[in-house]
């Protein structure tokens, strides 16, 4: 007999624990649709999001889950910690894993003692079985969107609806009113230096936002290494930059934006899952399978995958049709 989504029966889990302890911020929110698609399987559940310290401010307070735990994956002694840590056990855990197995998230996984744990073959990463899987899926082989891929973890435990689409952060109304509205904000860094498009090509792009009338604020991470400097000398012009904001306030200013332009980052992923219109450049990474996800979401890449090869026009062609498009911000 199939069940329609919400029935539960006593067999189903009561707790359930999701591990994703990794410290890359776009892939976590990949995860999300995933997350989600349990949430509406398990309404009565009790859900626990496992994440690492540095991502942890992109979940917490957010209603895919009832709790988020925090855990330091750099610290050996806090990884045993917390594995230790005293707690009801849950029913089902669900190891997460993109291109990288985190040994210190599948020793967590098993510390967890659900009786139903889950996630993909580690033989695929090379690694043995830390995690303990009673059940180990086969990593999908054909090149899929990475949302794909964790969906396929959902599914298996009975997720099976479509979650639906975003926006899916919910920011904090607080700060949602300190944020300015209708702004454009580029992102001329990253923090892996081949993820980075010329610099000076974003100057071009802002001049031309400028010139439609558009306020236009630059963002800087802490890894971006004189990125803004070099955008603002092509521009020839000072603006205003954003820089060391929490990842909180920087999805309400996204919330209430008209745009966001950048490299294959975390900012990306986050701009997105607030429904702000958000156009991502790509190089070496392949947008099918790491592009965000979201109605208002495009993407840029040449035909020869180099940053080098996308002229600023390309770029523009992308996001000038999306200032006349409905947002569809949660924040607005």
């Not at 009673?134 to 899929?144: F, K, Q």
């Not at 100057?203 to 630059?218: H, N, Q, S």
């Amino acid at each position: 007999m199939t069940r329609a989504a919400g029935d539960e029966s006593p067999s189903e889990p009561r707790r359930i624990h999701l591990l994703r302890p990794q410290n890359q911020l776009g892939d976590l929110l990949l995860n999300v649709p995933a997350i989600r698609a349990i949430r509406a399987r398990f309404p009565r559940a009790r859900i626990t999001l496992v994440a690492g310290r540095q991502n942890a401010l992109a979940v917490q307070g957010q209603p895919w889950v009832d709790e988020v735990r925090v855990v330091d994956t750099r610290n050996a002694l806090g990884v045993l910690g917390d594995s230790l840590r005293p707690g009801p056990r849950p029913d089902l855990a669900i190891y997460f894993t993109t291109v990288s197995y985190s040994k210190s998230g599948a020793y967590r996984t098993r510390a967890t003692r659900a009786r139903e744990r889950v996630g993909f073959d580690p033989a695929r990463y090379g690694e043995r079985d830390r995690a303990g899987l009673p059940r180990a899926l086969p990593y999908p082989e054909r090149a899929v969107h990475q949302s794909e891929i964790s969906l396929v973890l959902a599914r298996a435990v009975g997720a099976t609806a479509d979650p639906p689409p975003p926006p899916t952060y919910l920011p904090d109304p607080k700060l949602l009113d300190r944020a300015p509205r209708g702004v454009a904000y580029l992102h001329p860094g990253a923090g892996k230096v081949k993820n980075r498009w010329p610099a000076e090509r974003f100057g071009v792009v802002a001049r031309e936002l400028i010139a439609r009338g558009l306020d236009v604020l630059w963002i800087e991470g802490p890894q971006d290494e004189g990125c803004v400097e070099a955008a603002g000398r092509a521009l020839g012009t000072t603006l205003p930059v954003v820089r060391g904001e929490s990842i909180p306030m920087l999805a309400a200013r996204f919330a209430a934006a008209r745009v966001y332009v950048g490299n294959d980052t975390g900012p990306l992923h986050l701009a997105a899952a607030t429904g702000c219109p958000s156009v991502g450049i790509y190089g070496w990474s392949d947008p099918r399978e790491w592009a965000p996800v979201g109605r208002l979401v495009r993407t840029v890449r040449a035909e020869d995958h180099t940053l080098e090869s996308i002229p600023p026009a390309q770029v523009l062609d992308q996001v000038l049709p999306l200032l006349e498009e409905e947002p569809c911000a949660l924040g607005r």
